[in-house]
């Protein structure tokens, strides 16, 4: 399965990078904005009164004592189902035909928690993903690989109470939302067919975790949730950080239509995707240019200090991408089934003025001498 790498995929970061040069200017933006054209960087427009960023680490600390929340309810649900297997010493059939009627709402309950931890998550993902200070967190949590593209993989392993290891498994979204709804073979009970309603089908979604695997990993995610929120206390928001946070996430519309074009909610049985099944990845990418629109929010009066028509437009066309992706997320919720060159052509727009926004809030950068941060 094709998991997204740190900061997301290779061409969004090629796109980055020649945004971030753009960002540099000419000698003459330099002297419009008060630079002088020596090449110094300062982190505001002359005579711009430093901006304050406490809504963006607000609406961040929201989010991680959100995620904190939901993933501790992953754990506790986790909890439940090991002590269950753990009371018939692990035997699949035995904890379906002794505990079916218990094990079954266990189930249910875990993806209902897992479909609330996810917008927890991507709605801070833009700031997450995009502050340099705190991209690592987003390979661990959403981003990163297993062990099968190392130079994506995630950093940890998963070691469960019985003793087994799981080298770089995969994000904690991943290895979670695979385990519970049961798209993954190697995290899941073997040799048992989990029909949890007796109606002698096995639908999607009726799974039977590994129990001890989903133990561990839960335990692992609710940590790094708190390591993560610990971490955002403690950040001070500059200017390079909220500006590189909207030029490095912005343009990444392509690999996200992607996901969603390769997913069971596109591809139905032919997916090559076995994430992104509790929810439509078209929520994701909702969620995500939403957290961003709160972001541009905060930069918009700087930006309209040197351009006020041009943080007008920039933030306008932002709205205008989100209520595109609103628009296509809302018509699936409503039952329209787009086709694999559909989601093509979707993503192919949504790219296009990303990119364009993301220039935007690079150029801006550079007239007013903020320096964006590579990752």
């Not at 927890?120 to 949590?141: C, S």
Request: aromatic content about 8%; proline content about 5%.
């Amino acid at each position: 399965m094709p998991l997204t790498s740190p900061l997301r995929a290779a061409a969004p970061l090629a796109v980055a990078a020649a945004l971030l040069f753009s960002a540099c200017g000419s000698d003459d933006d330099d002297d419009a904005a008060g630079g002088g054209g020596d090449g110094a960087t300062t982190t505001t427009a002359a005579g711009a009164a430093p901006a304050d960023y406490a809504a963006v680490k607000d609406y961040l600390a929201e989010h991680t004592a959100r995620l904190v929340t939901e993933t501790g309810k992953l754990r506790e649900g986790a909890q439940r189902y090991y002590d269950l297997a753990e009371s018939v010493d692990f035997d699949p059939d035995a904890l379906l035909s002794e505990h079916g009627d218990e094990v079954a709402p266990i189930i249910e309950k875990l993806q209902t928690d897992f479909r609330a931890a996810n917008p927890a998550y991507e709605e801070m993902e833009g700031v997450v993903a995009g502050v340099p200070e705190l991209a690592d967190y987003d390979v661990t949590i959403d981003a990163g690989g297993d062990a099968s593209d190392p130079e994506n993989a995630v950093p940890f392993t998963i070691k469960t109470k019985a003793g087994k290891e799981y080298k770089q498994p995969g994000n904690f979204f991943f290895i979670t939302e695979t385990a519970i709804f049961g798209t993954e073979d190697k995290f899941a009970a073997k040799g048992v067919k989990p029909d949890l309603d007796g109606d002698g089908e096995i639908s999607f979604g009726e799974s039977l975790p590994d129990a001890d695997f989903l133990q561990a990993a839960t335990v692992d995610f609710e940590q790094t949730a708190k390591d993560l929120q610990a971490s955002g206390e403690k950040w001070t928001p500059e200017a390079s950080d909220v500006f590189t946070a909207v030029v490095v996430m912005t343009p990444t519309m392509s690999e996200y239509f992607e996901a969603w074009k390769n997913s069971r909610f596109v591809a139905g049985s032919k997916a090559t995707e076995s994430g992104f099944v509790g929810a439509s990845r078209l929520e994701d990418i909702a969620s995500i240019l939403g957290g961003l629109v709160v972001i541009y929010d905060n930069i918009e009066p700087q930006i309209a200090e040197e351009d006020p028509a041009q943080a007008e437009q920039t933030g306008a066309a932002l709205d205008e991408l989100l209520a595109f992706v609103e628009k296509v997320r809302d018509e699936e919720k409503g039952g329209k089934r787009f086709t694999a060159e559909e989601a093509e052509t979707l993503g192919t727009d949504a790219q296009e003025q990303a990119e364009a926004i993301a220039g935007q809030v690079s150029q801006a950068a550079g007239k007013l001498n903020i320096e964006l941060e590579e990752g």
